[in-house]
């Protein structure tokens, strides 16, 4: 066989024994108490234990195959942790996704079907008001009472839990649930799967198929993953509220009452699921003009306004007119507009005078407010309707007509729907807010509507009710419905009340940790003798509204031993501090280790330190005296680099086998403690020997350079001598 096959031959081989399941790794952590991770899987061998570690511990599974084993019925996971390969008998792990980063993924029962629904003590509108909930909020239903019917048609409120752990009564005709939205249909779910909907969408449009077979979904493959689309709309979306949950900052983006708000907001609004109820498919409605219904538009459009201003046939007619012209539907104008100004209008549709740049105008109209954002031109500030007015009248640059008539401003403003959107991909309201269908002209996320994250929820809406009003549900309506890559199972808006999960302290009693302890350091370590069997771990949050587990006595039966201290926020957000406990056999007191390193101390402080000295050296000095760690703080208890000098006033905490002691540091003729002598110590000396200052205890310490325990004129001149350059301190 020539050098050729054999290489092949070695290849194919290779090839054959190369898994073909290979899969990303998993986070997980530890389920269990002093579980012990193992170099082999293996429970018979006391020196394969690299580390004894407790519930919460995070690891990394290499992959989910189960190594056979001694001593683990269950089998065992090879894992990452702290960096090498090791093993985990499977019993104590727990698998987590924390894929979706800010976005809350918890299923849901029950949620909010309108904004601003008011949570009252009692079953009554006359009950006090304990919160406003948004659109979309969770809830749970504790029981069904009856109570008044003002304000609450039928008189039926549910008893809720909400915010984690807040009751309240609501009114059940504001709470939607889960189980009245989804329906199974095996024959049905087989041509939405091939139609290439998820299986997390089929429930919801089963039911949806069920109660009006006319309706047609088709999927809109958008071939994005949901994560990169929610970061896409980072900082794009705005909201009207007050909860800290939701929004990315106290200060108004707009306005006084619009806020930014984050990813988790975002993720839920973003996820087509949330909306696949027959009050809201309508987003996702096609919004080219649809002939079959042309009889029944203009009614359609009058029941849009509720009887309000905007039905009389001057308004409803030409919007009828604009949307046959464009060849959208008419519908979708009435309420954009309705969106915009409301059912009565606004000064934007009224032809009212306004001023800009100091002169007054009158006559123009914007009915779908193009333009109509707050802003301050030289020190003036114009409303969001005086700048949309001063569009329609052409004082701000644009293409086309003066918008001076009721007709043009519809028929033009409807234009630019037509064209810049329905007709640019945007075909749809969650298209016109969420620019991600796999027709979009314009690059996605960008080029949307309107800012109002919640807008395609609330036009959606007002189509639902005006096509139930006129009894129209029943029609032929197609709507596509965004289909994302990798979604979570579920989404949620971000849950409400205190999300602190910091720790105010965390000790191991009667032993240093290291680093000293932040709120924002996640590790630490402390060593103790190899004689301790069992430690104390004390721990307080920072919100008395937070829990905390991990804390108290454990034993220790490995030289290593990992305990995690788990802080639960009041929102049910998790932080795990891990202390690791090393147990050393050595008996060195700190005074041992100051001893062994040259250095002299006297009660609390360490004395005769020379000028210029690095904080490193007396770090090697003291480690080579086998303390343990060593931290270096400024008066301010600033941590020091390790090229930064020692000053008079340096603080210094060391920590040995058997104990800790912090000690101020004395740098031999520092008395300023600026790190430098100078002729300012030197004269401190003088007036102190002269009767004309006190010195502190620690300039004290400092001028004694001599070491005879007395400030004396020998201190002074061997100072003198020093910055003449004929002695060193």
């Known amino acids: ?21 290979i899969k990303a790794s998993f986070a997980a952590e530890i389920k269990g108490t002093s579980v012990r991770i193992r170099k082999e899987h293996n429970a018979n061998s006391d020196n394969s234990i690299i580390a004894t570690v407790n519930a919460g511990t995070s690891i990394t599974v290499v992959d989910k195959t189960l190594y056979t084993g001694s001593g683990c019925s269950n089998k065992w996971y090879k894992i990452i942790y702290k960096e090498q390969e090791a093993y985990v008998c499977s019993k104590y792990v727990n698998f987590i996704d924390n894929t979706f980063t800010g976005i ?39 029981k069904t009472v009856s109570g008044s019917t003002s304000g609450c048609s039928g008189g039926k409120w549910h008893q809720i839990s909400y915010y984690g752990n807040k009751t309240g009564y609501i009114c059940k005709n504001y709470v939607t649930e889960k189980k009245d939205t989804i329906l199974e249909d095996a024959e049905y779910a087989k041509t939405l799967k091939s139609a290439g909907f998820p299986d997390s969408y089929i429930p919801y449009l089963t039911y949806l198929h069920n109660k009006y077979p006319n309706w ?31 929004r990315t900052s106290s200060k108004p983006a707009e306005g006084s009452s619009w806020f930014k708000v984050n990813s988790g907001v975002i993720a839920f609004y973003l996820d087509p699921r949330n909306w696949l109820t027959e009050e809201r498919i309508f987003m996702f409605e096609d919004l080219n003009y649809d002939q079959t219904l042309e009889k029944e538009y203009p009614a359609l459009i009058k029941s849009v306004f509720s009887g ?59 009915f779908f ?60 309201l969650y298209y016109q807010k969420f620019n991600v269908g796999p027709n979009a002209y314009y690059d996605k996320y960008t080029h949307q509507y309107q800012t109002n994250i919640q807008a395609p929820a609330t036009e959606g809406n007002k189509t639902y009710d005006a096509l139930k009003k006129a009894n ?32 105010k302290t965390l000790e191991v009693e009667g032993y240093h940790i290291t680093p000293t302890f932040d709120e924002d350091v996640l590790t630490y370590e402390t060593y103790i003798p190899n004689t301790v069997n069992e430690v104390n771990i004390k721990a307080t949050t920072q919100s008395s509204k937070a829990s905390i587990s991990g804390t108290g006595k454990y034993e220790l039966k490995d030289k290593e031993t990992d305990i995690t201290i788990t802080v ?12 690791t406990i090393i147990r050393v056999e050595d008996n060195t007191t700190v005074n041992d280790a100051l001893q062994n390193s040259g250095l002299t101390s006297d009660g609390n402080y360490i004395l005769k330190i020379k000028n210029k000295t690095n904080v490193s050296l007396i770090k090697e000095k003291l480690l080579s005296a086998k303390a343990l760690s060593i931290s270096i703080t400024d008066s301010n208890n600033k941590e020091l680099t390790d090229k930064s000098y020692i000053t008079t006033g340096t603080k210094i905490k060391i920590v040995t086998a058997m104990e800790t002691k912090s000690f101020t540091m004395i740098v031999n003729g520092d008395l300023s403690g600026d790190g430098a002598i100078t002729i300012l110590d030197l004269l401190q000396i003088q007036k102190y020997l002269l009767g004309d200052k006190k010195l502190t205890k620690e300039s004290t310490l400092a001028a004694d350079t001599s070491g005879d325990g007395k400030v004396t004129i020998l201190d002074l001149l061997q100072v003198q001598k020093y910055l003449l350059g004929d002695k060193e301190l």
């Not at 407010?369 to 309707?385: F, H, P």
């Not at 001063?390 to 519809?410: P, V």
């Open 308 to 366: 309000g201003k905007l039905a009389d046939d001057k308004y409803t007619v030409p919007m009828f007119n604009a949307a046959k012209s464009h060849k959208i539907s008419p519908l979708h104008i009435a309420t954009r507009i309705r969106l915009e100004v409301g059912p009565n209008g606004s000064d934007s549709t009224n032809g009212t005078k306004f001023t800009w740049k100091g002169k007054t105008y009158s006559g123009y109209y914007n």
């Open 568 to 579: 639960l926020s009041e929102t049910q957000e998790e932080k795990k501090y891990v202390v």
């Open 472 to 503: 129209q549900l029943n029609q032929k309506f197609t709507f596509e419905i965004p289909v994302y890559l990798d979604m979570p199972e579920y989404t949620s808006l971000p849950k409400s009340g205190d999300m602190n999960n910091n720790l």
């Open 104 to 142: 809350n993924v918890i299923d849901w029962t029950a949620r909010v079907n309108a904004n601003n629904v008011a949570v009252r003590n009692k079953a009554a509108t006359k009950g006090s008001l304990l919160d406003t909930l948004s659109l979309g909020a969770n809830v749970t239903i504790l």
């Open 216 to 246: 047609q979904f088709k999927p809109g493959i958008t071939k994005k993953r949901f994560a990169s689309s929610v970061s896409g709309e980072e900082g794009k979306n705005y909201m009207q509220t007050k909860n800290d949950n939701y």
């Open 1 to 21: 066989m020539n050098k050729k096959n054999i290489l092949f031959t070695l290849l194919i081989t290779l090839f054959l024994f190369v898994p073909l399941n």
């Open 369 to 428: 407010n193009i333009g109509a954002y707050e802003t301050t031109i030289d020190g003036v500030k114009y409303s969001a309707i005086t700048r949309g007015l001063a569009y329609a009248a052409k004082l701000i640059n644009r293409d086309g007509n003066k918008w001076d008539n009721i007709e043009t401003s519809i028929l033009e403003g409807s234009s630019l729907l037509a064209k810049g959107y329905v007709n640019a991909g945007q075909g749809t």
